[in-house]
C-alpha cells in the first residue's frame, strides 16, 4: 500500500474525545456510537466526518497509561457553538501522506498497523507534530460498517515544513 502525498486544511472539528492505547478499538468504536447519538446537535457542519488522533488535546484528560487522544467529529464552517460534552479541534493546513483503507472498519487496524509500523519507518518521510486523522464520506456505510476510509498522517516536506 503506497500513499498519495496531499496538501490539506486548515480545518476545524467539533466532536468528543477520549483517551486510549494503542488497539483499543473496541472503545474508539464506543466513542463513535456516543457521538453518532448527538452528532446533530454540531451547527455548521460539513457532510463528512473525522476519526482525529493527536498526541494530547487540553480539553480531553489522558488517564494514566493512554498514549493518544482520539475525537469522533464533524469539520465545521465555525466552532462558535460547541454542544456540552464536545471539544473542538483544530487540524492545521499541512502535507499528508494520504491511505485509503477499503473493506470492514474492523480491520482498520491492519491498515494503521502497516502505516506506522512499516511504511513510516522504511519511507524515510518524519512526521510532523500535527494530528493525524480519518476522514469518513459517502464512500463509507456507517450501518454496514464497510467502504474505504481515507487516513491522513501528516508529514514534512523537503524543507522540513
Known amino acids: 500500500m503506497q500513499p498519495k502525498f496531499v496538501t490539506r486544511g486548515p480545518e476545524v472539528a467539533v466532536g468528543m474525545g477520549g483517551s486510549?492505547?494503542?488497539?483499543?478499538?473496541?472503545?474508539?468504536?464506543?466513542?463513535?456510537?456516543?457521538?453518532v447519538q448527538q452528532m446533530a446537535e454540531i451547527k455548521n457542519s460539513k457532510p463528512y466526518s473525522l476519526g482525529v488522533c493527536m498526541s494530547s488535546h487540553p480539553?480531553?484528560?489522558?488517564?494514566?497509561?493512554?498514549?493518544?487522544?482520539?475525537?469522533a467529529a464533524l469539520p465545521v464552517n465555525e466552532a462558535s457553538e460547541v454542544p456540552p460534552g464536545m471539544v473542538v479541534c483544530h487540524i492545521p493546513q499541512a502535507k499528508y501522506a494520504l491511505f485509503t483503507h477499503k473493506g470492514a472498519i474492523s480491520d482498520i487496524r491492519h491498515t494503521v498497523e502497516y502505516i506506522w509500523g512499516t511504511w513510516i519507518p522504511e519511507s524515510g518521510c518524519q512526521l510532523l507534530d500535527a494530528p493525524d486523522f480519518e476522514l469518513y464520506d459517502e464512500r463509507f456505510d456507517p450501518q454496514t460498517g464497510i467502504g474505504e476510509v481515507d487516513i491522513y498522517v501528516p508529514i514534512k516536506d523537503a524543507s522540513g515544513n
Do not use: C, M, N
Open 20 to 35: 486510549f492505547t494503542q488497539g483499543d478499538t473496541e472503545k474508539i468504536s464506543a466513542l463513535w456510537h456516543r457521538f
Open 59 to 71: 480539553d480531553v484528560p489522558k488517564a494514566a497509561g493512554d498514549t493518544f487522544v482520539y475525537v
